[in-house]
């Protein structure tokens, strides 16, 4: 079973900076990719950032040239830094994590992260 726990998310000022935490647990042969999402009031979930084991990365148009994603080396823990925020980046911030269960059965599992609330208010 994977578990995955998000953290850092709390209240910013417009421009200001958040940095968001990522950490994938449990029984599990390998991550192929992580990623964060976001669902702000009255709208649909959305891509923000993900990474891929190879090291690849992409982002929503929305946060293009503000938000970055990085991560471990080991690919079991990721971060999104964002910048220049902006209040319409006020959402609940969701991890996803993908990868393969065992080596033996080939299962894929794709897990979430409770979220973690980030607001940008003056």
């Known amino acids: 079973q994977v578990q995955v726990a998000e953290s850092g998310g709390g209240l910013a000022q417009p421009g200001g900076s958040l940095r968001l935490s990522c950490e994938a647990s449990g029984n599990f042969y390998t991550i192929v990719a992580m990623g964060w999402y976001r669902q702000a009031p009255g709208k649909e979930r959305e891509l923000v950032a993900q990474?891929?084991?190879?090291?690849?990365?992409s982002y929503g148009d929305s946060v293009k040239g503000r938000f970055t994603i990085s991560r471990l080396n080991a690919m079991k823990t990721v971060y999104l830094e964002m910048n220049s925020l902006k209040s319409e980046d006020t959402a609940v911030y969701y991890c996803?994590?993908?990868?393969?269960?065992?080596?033996?059965?080939?299962?894929?599992?794709?897990?979430w992260g409770r979220g973690t609330q980030v607001t940008v208010s003056s």
């Open positions: 990474t891929n084991s190879g090291g690849g990365t």
């Open positions: 996803n994590v993908r990868g393969y269960g065992s080596l033996s059965s080939q299962s894929s599992f794709d897990a």
